[in-house]
């Protein structure tokens, strides 16, 4: 049987009518950046455990989870309606691949999130790290409309903070906004618009693509890349391709 931590809501932030943060406290005694943790709830009677990103970085005091209400599903609507001091269930230990131990040496790396899939990355952006390892770090962000693009000013603070090395690519799909690709971030690729942005490509040679979100984007995306000689990164073999798939 799964153990719980036994946690408590701090904060429930909603950014807008459907996506929401909540910040905790529960005494997870550590993870690396990128992991996910199993969230639970007592829905009518039943536990509903389902996992989620943190969002901020490891070391800091209380937890961050970032997700968006799926109507017809059971835990993410009850999430929605938390309020501080509610309890709250925690998986005893993070985990997942999405972390940069895991990337292979390159120059450049690519985080390429659809919607909450932001969140990983947020946590990744806030360690030292990733700044030590790589020359180049682009965050390509998806979304259907401006509302949607939550954490712009803790982008904004990490873009001040790196300005050499962060360049950030905003993509609005069902919106026209000064300064995002009006696109979906396949198109964009495709038609080299993230590139032009940047100002190098994404190839083999010297970049590492990591994708979190939707998996159509990132099957789409990992097709592309492949026609570029990329392939997804195996511990037992080296590639180009780390991804995480919410849904
Ligand atoms: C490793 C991992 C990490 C995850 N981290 C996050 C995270 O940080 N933030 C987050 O929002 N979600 C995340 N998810 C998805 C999350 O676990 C839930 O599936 C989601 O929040 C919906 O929960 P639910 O119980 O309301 O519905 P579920 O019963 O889980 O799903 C109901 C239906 O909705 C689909 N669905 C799931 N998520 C979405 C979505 N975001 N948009 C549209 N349809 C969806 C499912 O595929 C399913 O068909 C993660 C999933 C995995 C596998």
Redesign the pocket.
Known sequence: MAKWLQGEIVENYQWSERLFSLRLKAPLETFKAGQ?VRVALDVEGEE?A??????NAPGEELLE??????P??????Q?AKMKPGDAIKIGERAS?FLIIDEVPEARHLWMLAT???I??FLSILRTEDVWQRFEKVVLGYSVRSEEELSYRELIEQLLQQHIDQLSFVPFITREKVEGSINARITSAIEQGDVEARTGFKICAEDSHVMMC??SAMIMQVTELLKQRGMRKHLRRERGHITM????
């Open positions: 996910f509903v389902r996992p989620y990103s943190l969002v989870i970032y997700f968006n209400i799926v017809e599903g059971p835990l993410t609507p999430l997942g919607g909450t899939g969140g990983p979100g939707n995480e798939k919410y849904h």
